[in-house]
């Protein structure tokens, strides 16, 4: 810790704790400031009276010695002990900032890990959608070579309707060309009839006259 300085006394330079390169401060003599190597603004120390305490000035905690020996020895200690429990603070904080880090790091690293499995699962989910879609062309793409083979057999079905159609059309001409010879046959034989009973009528006729004469 620093201390101020007492009249009529040697004082501990405060530029001690701060691992400045300090010269001493002899009462009765204008003394040089630690404050010019710290770039501090500082008052002229002055044997006659109390002087002001640079720490002061660099809003550091500071207890007054009115012992010389003791300023020295409390000096040097609070040096020493002010220098290791300032050592001890920054590698505590350091160490807590590191295991800050790690924890925060740790958190990182686990949402990253989260992401990737959600990720991965997002792109099973896909793949399998994929298939799934895959499947329902390959059905579709059979129901359509179906429909075409159905369509295919249709059409062969039509053309085979029509040619039984056209056969039957034939047949219906040659049934009715057949009945019109049939009917000419009749017509013919009617006629043949018709001159064998007038034959058989002129020859009853002859046949009468004869007997009669």
């Known amino acids: 810790m620093l201390v101020s300085t007492s009249p009529f006394m040697r004082a501990v330079c405060p530029a001690q704790e701060l691992c400045v390169r300090h010269e001493s401060c002899a009462s009765g003599t204008r003394a040089v400031r630690p404050a010019r190597e710290l770039g501090v603004q500082h008052e002229s120390w002055v044997s006659s009276r109390r002087v002001g305490c640079p720490a002061r000035e660099l809003g550091v905690q500071h207890d007054p010695l009115h012992v010389r020996e003791r300023a020295g020895l409390v000096g040097a200690q609070a040096q020493a002990n002010s220098g290791f429990g300032f050592l001890l603070t920054c590698m505590d904080q350091a160490l807590r900032n590191i295991d800050q ?7 990182v690293l686990k949402n990253m890990d989260q992401k990737l499995k ?8 896909m793949d399998q959608a994929l298939k799934n879609m895959n499947r329902v062309l390959k059905n579709m793409d059979q129901t359509l070579k179906n429909m075409e083979q159905a369509l295919k057999n249709m059409d062969q079905a039509l053309k085979n309707m029509n040619r039984g159609l056209k056969n039957m059309d034939q047949t219906l001409k040659n049934m009715e060309q057949a009945l019109k010879n049939m009917d000419q046959a009749l017509k013919n034989m009617n006629r043949v009839l018709k001159n064998m ?7 009853n006729t002859l046949q009468g006259a004869e007997w009669n004469e």
Do not use: F, P, S
Request: cysteine-free; hydrophobic content about 35%; proline content about 0%.
């Open 101 to 107: 880090a790690l924890k925060n790091m740790n958190r």
């Open 118 to 125: 959600n990720m991965e699962q997002a792109l099973k989910n």
């Open 197 to 203: 009973d007038q034959a058989l009528k002129n020859n």
